[in-house]
């Protein structure tokens, strides 16, 4: 059986469809019926949607079903007030999946989530406008957004977080109520901690640290967790040799058995080996 994408003239025959799809899709291409329903889209004459879902309240069984794995371009349709929103995806019954998920839509305040929420799934319906292969999907999705101009779509760039804007609310929350723990401040220390800098880098961070005036209290913070993080004595014992070697710092032990300085850290916090028989320790 051989399905054909109207958006840009290719074929493939490896899509699976349970019988059911299969006969509607039969239908749509040689009767021009519409597939699951007699879906009011707008600019129908834009582009005719491979299958359309009426109502995804009622029809998730088959929205999942008939889409695992498939790499899809997808239009979401309010039939309360006509918006629509654009997206694909590499796998659509995990994408739906999430969708369907209130607990996931409560997470991110946007404006498709919170439709789907204040209408509910059975004012929805989903049209796939299109199956093509994943290295496509970002470049169909364009196509169809620069087409419908969905307006539950922030973003107009496909892929791109051009154009997002955070609420006041969570501005507000970034710059004063968030809050690090001791631990996640230290785990970003390690995670740093063998990071190697471009001298481009460097001079863009002395660039931005000139004129910046630190307080005793804080040089002293930062001379305490160098010296912690570098300039501390390791011992490293290979179990296997029982040869042990102790260096002046984190830096010369990491090289001595080839692995980071981050490694080395991590390993003195969990005492767990690296390599699976070397084990470090203060000296």
């Not at 009426?54 to 979401?76: M, Q």
């Not at 994408?95 to 998920?101: A, G, I, L, N, V």
């Not at 710059?175 to 481009?200: I, M, P, Y």
């Amino acid at each position: 059986m051989e399905i054909n994408w109207k958006g840009n003239n290719k074929t493939n025959n490896n899509l699976k469809f349970n019988t059911a799809t299969k006969n509607n899709i039969f239908l749509h291409s040689i009767y021009n019926i519409r597939l699951f329903s007699s879906l009011p889209i707008q600019n129908l004459a834009k582009v005719k949607p491979v299958i359309s879902y009426l109502n995804c309240d009622t029809e998730k069984a088959h929205i999942l079903n008939d889409n695992k794995g498939k790499s899809v371009i997808y239009r979401w349709f309010n039939q309360i007030n006509k918006n629509t929103y654009v997206g694909s995806t590499s796998n659509l019954t995990i994408r739906m999946y999430k969708y369907f998920s209130v607990k996931h839509l409560l997470k991110s305040n946007i404006p498709i989530n919170n439709a789907l929420l204040k209408y509910g799934y059975s004012n929805f319906s989903l049209e796939i406008l299109e199956y093509c292969s994943e290295k496509d999907l970002l470049i169909r999705e364009q196509h169809y957004i620069d087409l419908y101009k969905p307006e539950y779509n922030i973003l107009k760039i496909a892929g791109s977080s051009l154009g997002f804007k955070h609420s006041k609310n969570t501005l507000e929350f970034f710059r004063n109520d968030r809050k690090v723990s001791e631990k996640t401040r230290h785990n970003l220390s390690l995670a740093a901690a063998g990071r190697v800098l471009s001298e481009e880098d460097k001079n863009k961070i002395s660039e931005s640290r000139k004129g910046l005036n630190l307080s005793k209290e804080t040089r002293e913070k930062i001379s305490l967790a160098t010296t912690t993080l570098i300039g501390i004595s390791v011992k490293v014992l290979n179990t296997e040799t029982k040869q042990e070697n102790v260096y002046s710092n984190l830096t010369e032990s990491a090289k001595a058995i080839g692995v980071s300085r981050t490694a080395i850290s991590k390993a003195l916090l969990s005492e767990k080996p690296i390599k699976k028989f070397f084990i470090v320790s203060k000296v």
